[in-house]
Each structure stands twice: as C-alpha cells, then as structure tokens.
C-alpha cells in the first residue's frame, strides 16, 4: 500500500512535467472530439496517431493515448444526449433519457450529470485501478465461459426496465434484436446464418449501425413526418443552466453505484461496456423514487449508466496494465503501441518501466480533471445546438449519422443496412413498438448464446455447469441473482394485491 | 511520360553512388483488410513509415477495410480499380477465410508481390495445468480427445489449422477436436490462464510475455527449428510434424503492366533489405519472412490446397 502510493507520487512527479501537461490536454481534447464524431473511435485514432508519435517518448505517448481513451468516453455521451446519436455502443442507454432529456429543455443538466458523474466515475475507478488491480485481475480469471452466461442473464434482466407499457410489443421489439443478433457466421460452427450470401453480412450487424438507424435516423424521420400536423418544440433551455439541488441529490448515488458496477465488469476480458450501462439502469430504476419517469428523462438514468462507462473504461486498462491482457479494441492497438517502443507490456512491465506505468496511471487522475474542465462550461455551449431550426437540425441529424456509419467500416452495405433499420425504426416508433429492448437482445443476445455453448463445449455437453454450486459458485450466483431480480418484483406485486 | 522517367531513372542510376536507385512511387494507398491494431494493420503501418523514409514511396495511405475474416477487404481490391498505385495486406488467416467464407475472388485473382513476416504460434497451457509437455497432452488427447478443450479464434483460423495438424501428426481424427472459439487475444490468455480451456494459442508475440512472465506454459512452437533466443521447443522436435508459419504478405493488381510490377517489386525488395524495417519486424516479436515474387506465388497456391484439405478433414467443409 505504502509502496504504491510512493510509486503514484512518482508518477505525479512524472505527469506534471509541462511538455506531459500538455500531451495529457491534447489528448483529452482529441478524444473529446472522436468521442462526438459517430464511427470515428479511439482505436482508430489510436491507430493513426502511432506512426506520428515514434519520434514522441513513451511516456508523452502513453499519456497522451491514456487521455484519448478517457476523453473518448466523455465525448460519446454528448452526441447520445443532444442527437439521439450514440457514438459508441457504451453510450446508448444515454440516449434513452438524456435525449428525452434534452427534448425537455434539460440537455445542459443531462450533459453535466454526465461530465461530472464520469469524472467521479473515473477518478474512482483510477483509484481502484491503482490499489487494487492484482486483486481485480484474478478475480476477472474466475470468469470463464459459464461465468459469462450468468452474467448475460443477469444483463438480461435489464430489458424489464425498458419494454415500456405494453408487454406484447416491448416483447416483439426485443425477438426482432435477437434475430438481427443471430445474423453472421456462428463462431462454434462457421457456418453463416442469415446473411443471404452478403459477404458484409458474415461479422453480424454492428450494434451502433442499429443503435444509430433506430434511435437518430427513426427519431428524425419520425419528427419529418410529424413536423406539418403537430408543433411540438424542442427547448434548448428551460430554466437554470446548472443543476438543482434535487438534480444532485438524485445523481450521487448513481454515479457511485455505476461506479461499482462499471469497474468490476469492465476489467473482466468479456466483460465490455454496454452490459454495465444495462446494469445500471436497471439497477437505477429500480431504486428510484419515481419510476416512471424512466423513459421520459430521468436525471437517475442519465447519470448512472454514464458513470458505469467511464468506471469500465478504467477497468478495460486494468488487465492491459497488470498482465498485458487487451480487453478491447482500444487496448489492443495500445498494446501494440507498447511493442512498438519495444515494451513488453504484462506482467513485467511494472518492475521494468516503472516511471512509464505509473506516469501514465497519475497523468489519468489528471486528464480527468481536464475533461472535467473541457466539459463542464461546453455543456452550456452544445445546448445552443438545439436551437438550430428544426428541419435543419434534423437534416444534419441525418448526415452525421449517416457519415459516423459509414466510417464504421468503410463499406457501403453499412449505409444501406443503417437505412433499412432506420425505416423500421420509423415504423416502430409509429406503432409505438420501443426500440431499447431491441437493442438489448442485439447486444446480449449473440454473448449470452455463445458463452453458453463454449461453456457446454467445454463441459462436453454436461449442464451442470449452470446450476451445481460446487463447481461452478459463481456462475451459479449469478443466475440466481438474475432470477431474484425477475421473481421479486412479480411477488412483491402479488402480496400488494 | 513513363519513358521519360525511365531516362531519369537511368540518368539517376549513373550517378548514383550507391545501389540502383528505385523511382518514387507517388500516392500509394495500401489496404489493410482488417480493424486497426491487427497484424495486417501493423504491417501496413510499417510499410507505410519505411517506404516513406526511404524516399521508396510518398504521400502513403493506409485504409482499414475490416470484416468476413478480410474477404470484404480484398473483393474490394479486387473489383474496385484505381487510378493510383494500391496494395493488398494478406496472409494465412486471409487464405483460412477466403475457403471458409466461400469468397467469390481469391488471391488468384491478385498479384502475388511478397511475403513479408512471419509469426509462429506456440501452444500454451496455465502455469498449474497438470501437462508439463507436449506428449503428456497428446496422451491425455488420444485416451480421450473431447476432454481437452483448445481455445482458439474463429473457426478457419490459423490457431484451427494448428491444432488440426497437430491431431494429424498424433494420429487422431481432426473432427474430434474440441475447438473453443474465443475471439480475442485477451479473452483467450485469460480463458487458458484461468483455466476455463485447456490449450491456447496466438502468434508468438502476443503470448511472449505471459510466457516470460510464467504465467502461462509453452509446450511447443509451430517454428521448423528453434528460434534464436526463444527457449520453446519444436513439435518437430516432440516428434509431431507440424510446421505452421502465419505469414503476412502483400499483394498487388493482377493486370499491372510489366514496368509498374518491377517498380513495385524493386520498392518492396529495398524496403525489406533496410535497417529499419529489420529493426521494426524484430521489435514486434515476428520474423522476417521475405519471399520474392516468383517463388511467393507457387506458395500462395500451395498454402490454399494445403487449407482446403484440413478445413475438410476438420469439419468445416463438405
């Protein structure tokens, strides 16, 4: 303990240096940027930066990489909230209430619940990086396959919270996302399923295609075909530009439980970050006060699944940092960074390159505040966007989704795919179908699928796996947890009546 | 046009001091067929910083064209054509999705430039697993084959066609081998290391410093002899004859002129000939693995049939 806040101080020593000052703030601002662009994710960015950096010091490089990340995560929300456009898959339970939200002249204070909230998220998150990774990285190794599967159906639960009113059509929204999950190769077999011999078709549909066609591409047309018969307005601004006292007190609870939520999932090598946003939300509505403000832009659903976003983006660096374990795509290429200074990241890499981990651990601590302060007076600034007239807001709604969907892949079948679904969330939206469950059988779906055949495989066949606490406990927890989520509301309900 | 630059190509050759002098080639765009970060990427990328600072290309492009294993990526290289100079990433996983994913073109219907690196795959086992070498795990696997699990990426892949030849070379059917796919480098160190599955496998440099570090046991690697400075057995040595190279390479148009394929060849040869691409293959942990053009095409096509025949003995193809 006393060692590693030595090594952390080291580390401030190191990250306070100006010329990393500076690397940590360019960083933050640019990942800040990616995170609003729609298809444009910090890999990438990551990726196109190497060849530019070679001639940077490692430690500049990491530091900067390390606020690109972070800032990333920050960016995502503010599109999610003000467009209806989720710039990646760990920002679209944001979209839900933040952008309800938002159309409720409370954008400024969805936006700050969010900036502040990530910044206490990843602020703690860091810290439990620092203290606690060893004990984090092996309870991520308890995870394997049927670990996963509990954990998939514990997310699943999630789905619950957002079928809406009507139980047959939150039902139908959400088969449609298993089946658009089912779409692509099966990995256990290789063989293609649904993909009408498309060859784009083979890796599946990507969840921000779907993501953004039903949320910002629907949401836009439907507004189009509503704009003659009914003047709904959309306020930038109602009332104060800063939080109320309520707006705090129903926050800071939601940031600390996504926190803890957010953290632990996001360290685990499968663990991701839309089943911790699901999580929280699920968890958030069922400790708020007013449940049936879900939906309708409550501050609870804004702030707590943004919070567990952030949280899991410091725990996707905890195994990177550890064990050299990359958890993610932005991992991955940071690894390969790593290689190309002739790093070997894992294990080693806190005895070898001391100054460069904890360097880059305290200049995090630091790109938080700096986020923090880039996006804090922006939120007033972003709002102002709203007041753009609306055909043309929801003209450039259109293009902008249309162009981060493309930057996806670089492949025109995505533009296509991204219309097809936006139709259909047109028409959803019509039949007042919701699409969040939707997407929460696309993103769980195909896990929660292959995880239990890897777990059967590996068992060869023998289920029990799933339900025998001796050699499986926590998979076995997991699902029971899952079960007392779905059963206990149902009884208690029962003994109201 | 051409020919004038041919006549200062040679004015240059007769003044140059040292080696024959290769024209520039302008606007290059090189495709790699995968997400960035991977290993056609990272190739690329060196590519791209090498050719640039010898002076052998500019104003160099990398386009990432992920999906289907890279099939996505080279038909449209294949049937898109461009006005500037472009190049393909490829390479054995390239070669395992073209026949599994049934794609339309292959590398047929490119031009062959060179192989570039290469990475061995050593096999791997948790630090506490019970099989301290490579015969106590095929004992375990020929008394009963379903009880080791082999982790590995997406079916076709080059870790399948690993395990595939080593249960060919132990004399047990391919088809019995229990494959769990597990889809990225992260999720399989920890599924071995947490011994969720019993064997794991990656190139060489993604498993090097779990290795090091004692947190996972090579068994053996997929190199024809020991690597200088790396202290893993052979499976040729074990006895077992499995030779595996994942090999990167690039590809050019099938329809380039004669002059343009020389051009791009005499830029390729002097890139892999400098110090800075040797020094930037080694430091990611690859070999470098250059094979000219002529010699490089027979491979391609014998990598394909060699592919083809294992898929089926696997399973994967009818």
């Given at each position: 303990?006393?060692e590693t806040?030595?090594s952390?101080?080291?580390?401030?020593?190191?990250?306070?240096?100006?010329?990393?000052?500076?690397?940590?703030?360019?960083?933050?601002?640019?990942?800040?940027?990616?995170?609003?662009?729609?298809?444009?994710?910090?890999?990438?960015?990551?990726?196109?930066?190497?060849?530019?950096?070679?001639?940077?010091?490692?430690?500049?490089?990491f530091?900067?990489?390390?606020?690109?990340?972070?800032?990333?995560?920050?960016?995502?929300?503010?599109?999610?909230?003000?467009?209806?456009?989720?710039?990646?898959?760990?920002?679209?339970?944001?979209?839900?209430?933040?952008?309800?939200?938002?159309?409720?002249?409370?954008?400024?204070?969805?936006?700050?619940?969010?900036?502040?909230?990530?910044?206490?998220?990843?602020?703690?998150?860091?810290?439990?990086m620092t203290f606690v990774a060893p004990a984090m990285v092996s309870f991520a190794l308890?995870?394997?396959?049927?670990?996963?599967?509990?954990?998939?159906?514990?997310?699943?639960?999630?789905?619950?919270?957002?079928?809406?009113?009507?139980?047959?059509?939150?039902?139908?929204?959400?088969?449609?996302?298993?089946?658009?999950?089912?779409?692509?190769?099966?990995?256990?077999?290789?063989?293609?399923?649904?993909?009408?011999?498309?060859?784009?078709?083979?890796?599946?549909?990507?969840?921000?295609?779907?993501?953004?066609?039903?949320?910002?591409?629907?949401?836009?047309?439907?507004?189009?075909?509503?704009?003659?018969?009914?003047?709904?307005?959309?306020?930038?601004?109602?009332?104060?530009?800063?939080?109320?006292?309520?707006?705090?007190?129903?926050?800071?609870?939601?940031?600390?439980?996504?926190?803890?939520?957010?953290?632990?999932?996001?360290s685990?090598p499968?663990?991701?970050?839309?089943?911790?946003?699901?999580?929280?939300?699920?968890?958030?509505?069922?400790?708020?006060?007013?449940?049936?403000?879900?939906?309708?832009?409550?501050?609870?659903?804004?702030?707590?699944?943004?919070?567990?976003?952030?949280?899991?983006?410091?725990?996707v660096l905890t195994p990177l940092l550890a064990l050299g374990l990359p958890t993610?795509?932005?991992a991955a290429?940071m690894l390969?960074?790593f290689q190309?200074y002739g790093l070997q990241p894992g294990p080693l890499l806190f005895e070898n390159d001391p100054q460069l981990v904890w360097?880059m651990i305290?200049?995090?601590?630091?790109?938080?505040?700096?986020?923090?302060?880039?996006?804090?007076?922006?939120?007033?600034?972003?709002?102002?966007?709203?007041?753009?007239?609306?055909?043309?807001?929801?003209?450039?709604?259109?293009?902008?989704?249309?162009?981060?969907?493309?930057?996806?892949?670089?492949?025109?079948?995505?533009?296509?795919?991204?219309?097809?679904?936006?139709?259909?969330?047109?028409?959803?939206?019509?039949?007042?179908?919701?699409?969040?469950?939707?997407?929460?059988?696309?993103?769980?779906?195909?896990?929660?699928?292959?995880?239990?055949?890897?777990?059967?495989?590996?068992?060869?066949?023998?289920?029990?796996?799933?339900?025998?606490?001796?050699?499986?406990?926590?998979?076995?927890?997991?699902?029971?947890?899952?079960?007392?989520?779905?059963?206990?509301?149902?009884?208690?309900?029962?003994?109201?009546? | 046009?051409?020919?004038?630059?041919?006549?200062?190509?040679?004015?240059?050759?007769?003044?140059?001091?040292?080696?024959?002098?290769?024209?520039?080639?302008?606007?290059?765009?090189?495709?790699?067929?995968?997400?960035?970060?991977?290993?056609?990427?990272?190739?690329?990328?060196?590519?791209?910083?090498?050719?640039?600072?010898?002076?052998?290309?500019?104003?160099?492009?990398?386009?990432?064209?992920?999906?289907?294993?890279?099939?996505?990526?080279?038909?449209?290289?294949?049937?898109?054509?461009?006005?500037?100079?472009?190049?393909?990433?490829?390479?054995?996983?390239?070669?395992?999705?073209?026949?599994?994913?049934?794609?339309?073109?292959?590398?047929?219907?490119?031009?062959?430039?060179?192989?570039?690196?290469?990475?061995?795959?050593p096999?791997v086992v948790a630090a506490d697993s019970?099989?301290?070498?490579?015969?106590?795990?095929?004992?375990?696997?020929?008394?009963?084959?379903?009880?080791?699990?082999?982790?590995?990426?997406?079916?076709?892949?080059?870790?399948?066609?690993?395990?595939?030849?080593?249960?060919?070379?132990?004399?047990?059917?391919?088809?019995?081998?229990?494959?769990?796919?597990?889809?990225?480098g992260g999720?399989m160190l920890s599924g071995v290391m947490g011994g969720?599955?019993?064997?794991g496998?990656g190139?060489y440099s993604e498993l090097s410093a779990q290795i090091n570090a004692g947190k996972v046991r090579a068994?053996?690697?997929?190199?024809?002899?020991?690597?200088?400075?790396?202290d893993?057995?052979?499976?040729?040595?074990?006895?077992?004859?499995?030779?595996?190279?994942?090999?990167?390479?690039?590809?050019?148009?099938?329809?380039?002129?004669?002059?343009?394929?020389?051009?791009?060849?005499?830029?390729?040869?002097?890139?892999?000939?400098?110090?800075?691409?040797?020094?930037?293959?080694?430091?990611?942990g690859?070999?470098?693995?250059?094979?000219?053009?002529?010699?490089?095409?027979?491979?391609?096509?014998?990598?394909?049939?060699?592919?083809?025949?294992?898929?089926?003995?696997?399973?994967?193809?009818?």
């Open positions: 303990m006393m806040l030595q952390l101080l080291q580390g401030f020593s190191v990250s306070l240096d100006p010329m990393n000052l500076l690397w940590a703030a360019i960083g933050v601002t640019v990942g800040t940027a990616i995170g609003v662009l729609p298809g444009i994710g910090p890999s990438l960015t990551v990726a196109l930066l190497l060849p530019v950096t070679t001639a940077l010091e490692p430690t500049a490089a530091i900067m990489f390390g606020g690109i990340y972070y800032g990333a995560m920050y960016g995502g929300s503010t599109t999610s909230i003000l467009l209806n456009t989720p710039g990646e898959s760990g920002a679209i339970v944001t979209a839900i209430d933040g952008h309800a939200m938002a159309r409720k002249g409370r954008g400024a204070q969805a936006l700050a619940t969010a900036a502040i909230g990530s910044f206490v998220a990843g602020t703690i998150a860091t810290l439990a308890l995870f394997g396959p049927a670990e996963y599967f509990g954990l998939m159906v514990l997310a699943f639960v999630t789905v619950t919270a957002v079928l809406g009113e009507n139980l047959a059509l939150g039902m139908a929204s959400l088969m449609l996302g298993l089946t658009l999950g089912l779409v692509g190769i099966d990995n256990q077999t290789g063989a293609a399923r649904l993909t009408f011999g498309i060859p784009e078709l083979l890796d599946g549909i990507d969840v921000v295609i779907v993501a953004v066609g039903l949320f910002a591409i629907g949401e836009a047309l439907y507004q189009v075909s509503r704009y003659r018969h009914e003047k709904e307005e959309i306020y930038a601004l109602k009332g104060s530009l800063w939080m109320s006292r309520e707006d705090w007190s129903r926050s800071w609870k939601p940031w600390l439980r996504g926190t803890a939520i957010g953290f632990p999932i996001g685990l499968a663990g991701g970050s839309e089943i911790p946003t699901f999580l929280s939300y699920v968890v958030e509505k069922r400790l708020a006060k007013k449940p049936e403000e879900f939906g309708h832009g409550a501050i609870e659903a804004v702030a707590g699944p943004e919070a567990a976003n952030n949280a899991s983006a410091a725990g993610s795509a932005t290429i390969a960074a190309q360097g305290a200049s995090l601590y630091i790109g938080n505040v700096f986020l923090l302060l880039l996006n804090l007076p922006m939120a007033g600034m972003w709002v102002k966007l709203l007041l753009v007239p609306k055909p043309w807001l929801y003209g450039g709604i259109l293009a902008f989704a249309t162009l981060g969907a493309y930057s996806l892949n670089n492949n025109i079948v995505d533009l296509v795919l991204l219309w097809i679904i936006g139709i259909g969330g047109l028409g959803m939206r019509l039949l007042n179908v919701p699409v969040a469950p939707c997407i929460v059988g696309l993103i769980l779906g195909p896990m929660a699928e292959q995880h239990f055949r890897r777990a059967l495989a590996i068992s060869q066949g023998d289920l029990s796996v799933f339900y025998n606490p001796m050699t499986h406990p926590l998979a076995v927890s997991l699902l029971v947890i899952a079960i007392a989520f779905l059963v206990t509301p149902m009884l208690l309900r029962l003994r109201r009546a | 046009m051409k020919k004038s630059m041919t006549i200062v190509a040679a004015a240059a050759l007769a003044f140059a001091s040292a080696g024959p002098a290769v024209a520039e080639i302008k606007r290059l765009e090189i495709t790699a067929p995968a997400a960035a970060g991977g290993g056609y990427d990272q190739n690329a990328r060196i590519m791209q910083q090498v050719l640039q600072k010898e002076g052998l290309a500019s104003g160099i492009q990398v386009v990432n064209q992920p999906g289907a294993g890279g099939t996505i990526g080279l038909a449209n290289y294949v049937n898109n054509k461009k006005r500037t100079p472009t190049l393909l990433m490829g390479g054995l996983a390239l070669v395992g999705a073209i026949i599994t994913n049934k794609s339309t073109v292959s590398f047929e219907d490119t031009y062959p430039l060179a192989r570039l690196s290469a990475d061995y795959q096999i019970p099989y301290k070498t490579v015969e106590d795990l095929i004992a375990k696997f020929k008394a009963d084959p379903g009880s080791i699990s082999w982790g590995g990426s997406g079916p076709g892949s080059t870790d399948h066609m690993l395990y595939g030849l080593l249960a060919k070379a132990a004399g047990v059917e391919p088809s019995k081998i229990n494959y769990v796919v597990l889809t990225s999720e969720h599955v019993t064997v496998t190139g068994l053996a690697i997929s190199s024809p002899e020991r690597l200088p400075g790396i893993i057995p052979t499976f040729k040595e074990k006895g077992y004859d499995v030779n595996l190279v994942n090999w990167r390479a690039v590809f050019a148009p099938k329809d380039l002129k004669a002059e343009e394929k020389q051009e791009l060849e005499q830029a390729i040869d002097k890139m892999v000939k400098s110090e800075d691409w040797k020094a930037a293959v080694k430091q990611r690859w070999s470098d693995a250059y094979m000219p053009p002529a010699e490089f095409a027979a491979f391609v096509k014998q990598e394909h049939v060699r592919a083809e025949g294992l898929f089926k003995e696997l399973g994967l193809l009818k």
